[in-house]
């Protein structure tokens, strides 16, 4: 285990030093005073203002709603006076909704949001640096080591099977236990997955997959699943609830979700692939904007607080505040961190495009109505 969690850790600090070696140059840098010199679009300077009057903040997140709720109780304790305007969705939606507003930023923060995704933000220059306070605590592979900090994570998560186990036995089939036993006959029409441009997990899986076996395998595995995939969701977590009401009874998803179906009393159990999971960061940042707000400062600190990181624990197996009290949720694995497999997360942002255009090409045909 120690040495895959080595391997992991180095990963992510060649990903923080190249995500800060790519990002100097287009985004603004913080003063030893706290303010932001912007870059503007025609490549000269402007200092970016600072509202410290601002009792409002837009926060886009791709973080799971029943987890929005509980990890904001102590925010609201502390600033009870700030209103919250929150904008949920799947990571690809986060994503592209912050790329088209690039000339007209709406959000004040990302929070919860996937690495990958923000370093493709900083290249685009919505990202404004800011270390928050604490950060001394985050492990160094969870943050980005330019000083400010383009981003800094606070969690990682990972691809898991969701499996009805009612509805397999009905049909006598045996319980998937790897990313090959999903591509066998029997297994048609049965599962769904997330369609990566829509969100994180689907992407973490489909780039896990071209990492894991090289891009030629890997697309000649997805043709394979996509031969028994019955339908491609538009959200990480929805194959996880399908399959818990045995409407279609494999769901690709991530971990969290899976356990908390079979928490709530679904007939489901939580595989993690023999093969390894893709995996990726959640990560919090700071929207590039003419003006920043200080209330926006403030809970990117609160967002790395103990107070939060205890949260994140309770649904989260690897957390960026290492703690000897740290818990491993109930329905992951006793090593959680061996499941993850070799994966360079400034890769998959450069390869993102590519790999969209190319499942898109080839499977989208399947995918649900975009809402």
């Not at 287009?26 to 970016?48: F, L, R, V, W, Y």
């Not at 036993?181 to 973490?204: C, Q, R, V």
Request: include cysteine; charge should be negative; hydrophobic fraction near 35%.
């Amino acid at each position: 285990m120690k040495k895959r969690w080595l391997f992991i850790m180095s990963a992510l600090i060649v990903l923080s030093v190249l995500s800060a070696c790519g990002s100097k140059n287009n985004t603004p840098e913080t003063n030893a005073g706290g303010n932001n010199t912007a870059t503007t679009a025609g490549g000269g300077s402007a200092e970016a203002g600072v509202d410290a009057e601002s009792k409002e903040l837009t926060i886009y997140t791709a973080l799971e709603d029943d987890q929005i709720n509980e990890y904001l109780k102590s925010w609201k304790s502390k600033y009870p006076d700030v209103k919250l305007n929150i904008v949920r969705d799947s990571t690809g939606i986060v994503t592209a909704k912050l790329l088209a507003e690039k000339d007209n930023p709406q959000a004040d923060i990302v929070w919860g949001t996937a690495a990958t995704s923000l370093l493709v933000l900083d290249r685009n220059g919505l990202i404004a640096p800011y270390s928050p306070k604490g950060i001394e605590r985050i492990e160094p592979s969870f943050k980005d080591s330019a000083n400010p900090a383009h981003w800094v994570g606070i969690d990682a998560w990972e691809t898991a099977f969701t499996v009805n186990t009612v509805e397999l036995e009905k049909k006598g089939i045996a319980i998937p236990q790897s990313y090959e036993d999903l591509i066998k006959p029997e297994y048609k029409g049965l599962i769904t997955m997330p369609n990566p441009a829509s969100s994180g997990t689907g992407f973490l899986t489909v780039s896990g997959l071209v990492q894991l076996m090289g891009a030629d395998q890997a697309w000649a595995y997805l043709d394979k699943l996509h031969e028994n995939i019955g339908l491609y969701t538009h959200s990480g977590s929805k194959p996880a609830k399908m399959a818990g009401t045995g409407e279609y009874p494999i769901g690709i998803s991530f971990g969290y979700r899976s356990i908390t179906e079979k928490k709530k009393g679904s007939p489901v159990e939580t595989v993690f692939p023999a093969e390894g999971s893709g995996w990726d960061v959640e990560a919090n940042a700071l929207v590039n904007k003419a003006t920043i707000k200080q209330v926006a400062k403030d809970f990117l600190d609160w967002a790395i607080s103990d107070e939060a990181m205890q949260e994140y624990n309770k649904n989260f197996a690897i957390v960026s505040v290492k703690s000897d009290s740290g818990a491993i949720p109930e329905g992951y694995s006793k090593n959680p961190v061996e499941q993850l497999i070799k994966y360079d997360l400034q890769q998959a942002a450069q390869d993102r495009d590519a790999i969209l255009g190319e499942w898109t090409k080839r499977y989208d045909t399947k995918s649900e109505p975009k809402s």
